[in-house]
């Protein structure tokens, strides 16, 4: 079991950037995948980008491809979100979610269903 705490969201400009901390305490960290989800309101859950238990592969959605990198410091118990070229559209509440990968090493996890635990969120808005 793993618990997760996001920070680093805040307001930014249009094409300005944040980055996003998330935190794990509890289980082996470094046996878990870990996505990240945003959610807007009135919209769903949607995925942003995942990296496999290791680090070694990553999946991006098309809608931030090339503006988002995600990274891990499996030693650090953590994973970054670097956000660049932010537009309005990007402006949602930020999850941090993990998923146990034994049985499916160096997956990257696209769906809200397929994650186990969860953070409780930071804000990111971008304002024009």
């Known amino acids: 079991q793993v618990q997760l705490v996001e920070s680093g969201g805040g307001l930014v400009q249009t094409g300005g950037s944040l980055r996003l901390s998330c935190a794990a305490s509890g289980d082996t960290f470094s046996s878990y995948a870990v996505g990240w989800f945003r959610q807007a309101p009135g919209k769903e859950r949607e995925f942003v980008t995942a990296i496999s238990e290791s680090g070694g592969n990553t999946y991006y959605a098309d809608s931030v491809k090339g503006r988002f990198t995600i990274s891990r410091h499996n030693a650090k118990n953590t994973v970054c979100l670097q956000m660049d070229s932010l537009k309005p559209e990007d402006t949602a509440v930020y999850y941090c979610?993990?998923?146990?990968?034994?049985?499916?090493?160096?997956?990257?996890?696209?769906?809200?269903?397929?994650?186990?635990?969860w953070g409780q969120g930071t804000q990111v808005t971008v304002y024009s």
């Open positions: 979610a993990a998923v146990w990968t034994y049985y499916r090493a160096g997956y990257c996890y696209t769906r809200v269903d397929e994650y186990t635990y």
